[in-house]
T-cell receptor, first 110, second 115 residues
Framework: DAKTTQPNSMESNEEEPVHLPCNHS???????IHWYRQLPSQGPEYVIH???SNVNNRMASLAIAEDRKSSTLILHRATLRDAAVYYC???????????FGTGTRLTIIP | EPEVTQTPSHQVTQMGQEVILRCVPI?????FYWYRQILGQKVEFLVS????????KSEIFDDQFSVERPDGSNFTLKIRSTKLEDSAMYFC?????????????FGPGTRLLVL
């Protein structure tokens, strides 16, 4: 089972940066780290993914620890529309399905 | 931007009835998936489909479930005889490949309520 550990919930003020942590201490060398989010009453939505190096896209940044046992999703300036459940998922070799945990429920305070 | 679409958005059915949930994946994608989410619970994998065959299925995906790609665009999930516990959101997803770095794109879901 592709195990990751995330806090159940976090809060952040609007327009401030948010750092969402994920622990994946048993990750293997070929596993990618993916982040998806699920806004209320919607399907999961891709956010970002990475292997070893830090990654940036228009939605977020992904900081991956040097030992790859943890990573942090960074939303640079949270808006109310970023309120969602954020899932950190490992992709395993030979296993294409996404295994969702309970994720982190992010609340944005206006 | 291309997106996965699903119909209907909501379906109410009586226990024991057959339902067909429909999905139109992104047009150049080759890998297709169904997931479900019971209210308040995790998103769970049901089945993956490639080249007109099931490539993987979960324990949930028993003989009551089937999938089909009847034409070049639609991907369907059929539940033969619905049970109360089949009530859930059903999400279709598609991907270009099954590479580890590949993104799966999800549809908005069909909310199924079995009475």
């Amino acid at each position: 089972d592709a195990k990751t550990t995330q806090p159940n919930s976090m809060e952040s003020n609007e327009e401030e940066p948010v750092h969402l942590p994920c622990n994946h201490s048993t990750i293997s060398g070929t596993d990618y780290i993916h982040w998806y989010r699920q806004l209320p009453s919607q399907g999961p939505e891709y956010v970002i993914h990475g292997l070893t190096s830090n990654v940036n896209n228009r939605m977020a940044s992904l900081a991956i620890a040097e030992d790859r046992k943890s990573s942090t999703l960074i939303l640079h300036r949270a808006t109310l529309r970023d309120a969602a459940v954020y899932y950190c998922i490992r992709s395993n070799f030979g296993n294409e399905k996404l295994t969702f945990g309970t994720g982190t429920r992010l609340t944005i305070i206006p | 931007e291309p997106e996965v679409t699903q119909t209907p958005s909501h379906q109410v059915t009586q226990m024991g009835q057959e339902v067909i949930l429909r999905c139109v994946p992104i047009s150049n994608h080759l890998y297709f998936y169904w997931y479900r989410q019971i209210l308040g619970q995790k998103v769970e994998f049901l089945v993956s489909f490639y080249n007109n065959e099931i490539s993987e299925k979960s324990e949930i995906f028993d003989d009551q479930f089937s999938v089909e790609r009847p034409d070049g665009s639609n991907f369907t999930l059929k539940i033969r005889s619905t049970k109360l516990e089949d009530s859930a959101m059903y999400f279709c997803a598609s991907a270009k490949s099954r590479a580890l770095q590949e993104t799966q794109y999800f549809g908005p879901g069909t909310r199924l309520l079995v009475l």
